[in-house]
Every structure is written in structure tokens, then in C-alpha cells.
């Protein structure tokens, strides 16, 4: 099973992007599901995640308000929209999986055992 994320690109501060992540393999579950992102110089950083099952969602308090977290488990894809985009926002965003059971935070990177390569999303001011 591969993770494939897509939509990055430029936009203005104040614009939107929506990004995707789709899992392939018919036989795709998981726990939950996440997005992070690494700006340059910076660590990666949790974004939001959401479960698999259920109506659980999470956010950092950075893009409260303004990102929303979906999934569509028919096409074993989740999504991002990123609304009201700021400069700061300029990443790398990366989609993540937990396929195993643990009791890692959602918003820790080693509770995540899958990972997308990865879009860059650029906000100009």
C-alpha cells in the first residue's frame, strides 16, 4: 500500500488549496489518518488527522478555523482544505497513515507507520 498526495501549488495569501491523499490497495484501513508539514529550516509538524472510522477530527491550533480535515473511504482518499492561506503556511505537506493500533497521539509522527511523498504548497504574501 502506497499513499499518494497531490494539490500543492501557489496561491495568494488569503486564496485556497484543497490537498488530497489517496491510499491504493483495495484492502486500505487504517486507524487513523494525518497531514503534517515541514517548512524550510523548520521540523515537520502536525497538521490535522482525522479516524478512519467516525467523525473524530484534530487540528493545530495554527490552522484552526481555516484547514478542514475529510476523507472518502469509497476511494481510500483524504483530503485538506486549506482556507484563508497565510504566507506562514508554506510547505511541504505530507499525508500519513496508522495502519497498526497504538496509543500514540494522533498529532505524533511515530504513531504514523505510512507516508506520502509529500506537496509543495506555496503562499505568496
Known amino acids: 500500500v502506497q499513499l499518494q498526495a497531490s494539490g500543492g501549488g501557489l496561491v495568494q495569501a488569503g486564496g485556497s488549496l484543497r490537498l488530497s491523499c489517496a491510499a491504493s490497495?483495495?484492502?486500505?484501513?487504517?486507524?487513523?489518518m494525518g497531514w503534517f508539514r515541514q517548512a524550510p529550516g523548520k521540523e515537520r509538524e502536525f497538521v490535522s488527522a482525522?479516524?478512519?472510522?467516525?467523525?473524530?477530527?484534530m487540528y493545530a491550533d495554527s490552522v484552526k478555523g481555516r484547514f478542514t480535515i475529510s476523507r472518502d473511504n469509497t476511494k481510500n482518499t483524504v483530503y485538506l482544505q486549506m482556507n484563508s492561506l497565510k504566507p506562514d503556511d508554506t510547505a511541504i505537506y505530507y499525508c500519513?497513515?496508522?495502519?497498526?493500533?497504538?496509543?500514540?497521539?494522533?498529532?505524533?509522527?511515530?504513531?504514523?507507520?505510512?507516508w506520502g511523498q509529500g506537496t509543495l504548497v506555496t503562499v505568496s504574501s
Open positions: 500519513a497513515a496508522a495502519t497498526r493500533h497504538s496509543f500514540v497521539n494522533w498529532t505524533q509522527q511515530r504513531g504514523y507507520d505510512l
Open positions: 482525522c479516524s478512519w472510522i467516525g467523525a473524530s477530527t
Open positions: 490497495g483495495r484492502t486500505f484501513s487504517a486507524y487513523y
